[in-house]
């Protein structure tokens, strides 16, 4: 199993323990959810959630009654997820999975797309999901916006200095990442326009395509939209309503992709 040293050191700190229950991270939390209750098979369907981290969606799809099982490359996550109820977890890499063929009704790359700056990796992970899956099984993968850290650097303030602007250019025009901070973000950023290229290389179906947090995870107060359980509500149904048009794909800062083997 091989992995970028610095992108294990990310993760071994423990910040996926919190990314998505907390801030602005629970809009994509919720977002993911939403898209995946209505596209997933219905339990007790089985779910491989590749690169599932700590299990935060391993998590709610257990207690929706799926049969999880976690693989993930950092043995921090695969202790913090087997700890959930109703969820297996195991050392594994997207590349590879340590499963026979078809054994999953729905196979989960929330997570492990963006870490693989080489194509020929990405296409790799896909075609093993694809091999993992059932025929007619679910694939959904998820995918960081090409222009995710240009809009993120923005909005924290952190675009004003000059190495933050240029690592920002620069992965608006390569797709690849990395922050100017020493424990910071590392990985490769996707166009939507490329993201099917991706699924037919790996012998997969044209997905279908879903933007998760919109022009919303950009508002300044969406966190105070979030707190409020009915205000998060109208916030979701508005992000619904134009999760697939296409003009406003690129300014989500996460995209779904999901498609039928």
């Not at 993201?195 to 919109?214: C, K, S, V």
């Amino acid at each position: 199993m091989i992995m970028d040293p610095e992108v294990r050191a990310y993760y071994e700190r423990g910040g996926e323990l919190t990314r998505l229950r907390q801030g602005r991270g629970r809009l994509e939390f919720h977002r993911t959810r939403d898209v995946l209750r209505r596209t997933l098979p219905p339990p007790p369907a089985r779910v491989l959630d590749v690169g599932g981290g700590a299990g935060v969606h391993a998590e709610w799809l257990a207690a929706d009654g799926y049969a999880v099982e976690v693989i993930d490359p950092v043995p921090l996550h695969v202790t913090e997820a087997a700890a959930l109820p109703g969820v297996t977890a195991r050392l594994g890499d997207a590349r590879d999975l340590p499963v026979p063929d078809g054994q999953a009704d729905a196979v989960l790359l929330l997570g492990p797309l963006y870490h693989l700056p080489e194509r020929a990796d990405r296409v790799r992970a896909l075609a093993e999901a694809r091999r993992a899956a059932r025929p007619g099984g679910t694939v959904a993968a998820a995918f960081i916006s090409r222009y995710a850290a240009l809009h993120d650097s923005v909005y924290h303030g952190t675009f004003t200095e000059q190495a933050a602007r240029a690592a920002d250019y620069r992965s608006v025009e390569t797709g690849t990442i990395v922050s100017t901070v020493e424990t910071g973000f590392r990985g490769y950023l996707h166009t939507p326009e490329e993201i099917p290229g991706e699924f037919t290389d790996a012998g997969l179906p044209e997905p279908h395509r879903y933007g998760l947090e919109g022009v919303f995870w950009l508002y300044g107060d969406v966190n105070a939209w979030l707190d409020d359980d009915g205000r998060r509500e109208l916030l979701l149904d508005a992000a619904r309503k134009v999760e697939c048009e296409p003009s406003l794909l690129g300014a989500s800062g996460h995209l779904l992709a999901v498609t039928r083997v």
